[in-house]
């Protein structure tokens, strides 16, 4: 049934997890040839957190964001509706990262899936839960960002260790009838001819895994930061 209203899709409440380790600048100056001062300058960073458990993944990260939603509403999982995840790191491959955590969660009446767009992924995933809400097809969903970058890190190479941490960011949409709140607009345009400046090079379909990309260390995140910089 269509909407017999105008209905504004709003951002209700907010999450966010970071591990508890943080990577200092001083940490990266033993193991690359950088400096607190030489970061600072260039990027503003301080510090970076790092997701140390062998045994926790990108869902975890999310779902920790998620519960401080469910916690700070009081929202029974039961009434979510839908999860869009936007990660560039999920659990595993074949699986969908979104639908895990919902069942993780208890959110047994929601659907998931990812958004793997990369530094756009999580406003992609909010205009389009934004879209969802505005149709009147659903009234709850959580768009949540998360990334566990560390494990492709490349602590060997400077121009890309210093910039990448793990974390996760998560907000609840709702609709609203306030038209002086919520999300008002969106405008988006996509050029992929950039690929080459950053990507990882072997572990997807165009170089599949081998010991030959894993010795030549292709499974790292490679980026070529001031052709990106100049670009953005």
């Known amino acids: 049934m269509k909407p017999t209203h105008t209905i504004n899709a709003a951002i209700t409440c907010m999450g966010g997890y970071v591990p508890e380790y943080r990577l200092t600048n001083k940490e990266l100056e033993g193991l690359v040839d950088t400096s607190d001062e030489w970061i600072r300058t260039r990027t503003g960073i301080g510090e970076r957190r790092i997701l140390k458990d062998p045994t926790k993944a990108t869902s975890d990260l999310a779902i920790a964001a998620i519960n401080e939603i469910l916690t700070k509403k009081n929202l029974d999982p039961k009434d979510i509706e839908c999860i869009i995840c936007s990660t560039m790191t999920p ?7 979104g639908a895990y955590i919902a069942w993780k969660i208890g959110a047994v009446n929601a659907w998931g899936y990812d958004f793997t767009a990369a530094c756009c992924g999580f406003i992609y995933g909010l205009t389009t839960a934004a879209t969802y809400i505005e149709s009147g097809r659903f009234k709850k969903i959580i768009v949540v960002g998360a ?49 080459q400046l950053m990507h990882q090079k072997a572990g997807g379909s165009l170089s599949p895994a081998s010991h030959e990309t894993i010795d030549r260390r292709e499974h790292y995140a490679f980026m070529d930061g001031k052709a990106v910089y100049k670009h953005a």
């Open 91 to 97: 659990d595993m491959q074949l699986t969908v990262t």
């Open 147 to 195: 990334d566990n970058m560390s494990p492709f890190i490349d602590y060997q190479d400077r121009n890309t260790c210093i910039l990448f941490g793990d974390g996760a960011g998560a907000a609840l949409v709702e609709p609203s009838e306030d038209s002086s709140v919520g999300i008002l607009d969106s405008y988006f345009r996509s050029n992929g001819f950039g690929r």
